[in-house]
């Protein structure tokens, strides 16, 4: 059943591709970046990870027991994803993903709560930067504004 799904996770990201490529521009008339910049490296991207988890999935032999665990984990991650979006719209991005990805990195990522802690604080410090700063585009605001 992973086998599928993957395909069709490709197929999408192949579909993502095209569009991005063909209707959205990599450059603004004024030199800058456009509106089709991050849409193309996250389709590449998720087409190259897609085609490697496929043959991953072709390597391994693994039984149906293997993929019971698998339905409680992804339970705890809708879960999650449910709570980030109610988080980002009260909090906005910034302080929404930093305890989104502080809960996901404790669940799957058990007894390394320091590495934990700086990848939470780290990765939206960085998409922090990058677009409110640098991109000059704002990260989605919230009910209570943080002093950032």
């Given at each position: 059943?992973?086998?599928?799904?993957?395909?069709?996770?490709?197929?999408?990201?192949?579909?993502?591709?095209?569009?991005?490529?063909?209707?959205?521009?990599?450059?603004?008339?004024?030199?800058?970046?456009?509106?089709?910049?991050?849409p193309r490296i996250i389709?590449?991207?998720?087409?190259?990870?897609?085609?490697?988890?496929?043959?991953?999935?072709?390597?391994?032999?693994?039984?149906?027991?293997?993929?019971?665990?698998?339905?409680?984990?992804?339970?705890?991650?809708?879960?999650?994803?449910?709570?980030?979006?109610?988080?980002?719209?009260?909090f906005g991005g910034y302080l929404a993903t930093v305890?989104?990805?502080?809960?996901?990195?404790?669940?799957?990522?058990?007894?390394?709560?320091?590495?934990?802690?700086?990848?939470?604080?780290?990765?939206?410090?960085?998409?922090?930067?990058?677009?409110?700063?640098?991109?000059?585009?704002?990260?989605?605001?919230?009910?209570?504004?943080?002093?950032?």
């Amino acid at each position: 059943m992973r086998i599928p799904f993957l395909v069709a996770l490709m197929a999408a990201a192949v579909f993502y591709s095209y569009i991005a490529f063909v209707d959205l521009n990599f450059m603004t008339r004024t030199g800058r970046l456009g509106p089709g910049f991050f849409p193309r490296i996250i389709g590449l991207a998720t087409i190259v990870l897609c085609i490697w988890a496929i043959l991953d999935e072709l390597r391994a032999e693994k039984t149906e027991d293997d993929y019971l665990g698998y339905w409680r984990d992804a339970a705890v991650m809708i879960g999650m994803a449910l709570g980030y979006a109610v988080l980002l719209r009260v909090f906005g991005g910034y302080l929404a993903t930093v305890v989104f990805l502080l809960v996901a990195l404790t669940v799957l990522n058990q007894g390394r709560l320091r590495q934990n802690l700086l990848l939470a604080v780290l990765i939206p410090t960085g998409v922090y930067a990058l677009f409110d700063q640098i991109l000059n585009a704002n990260m989605p605001p919230g009910l209570i504004s943080l002093p950032l």
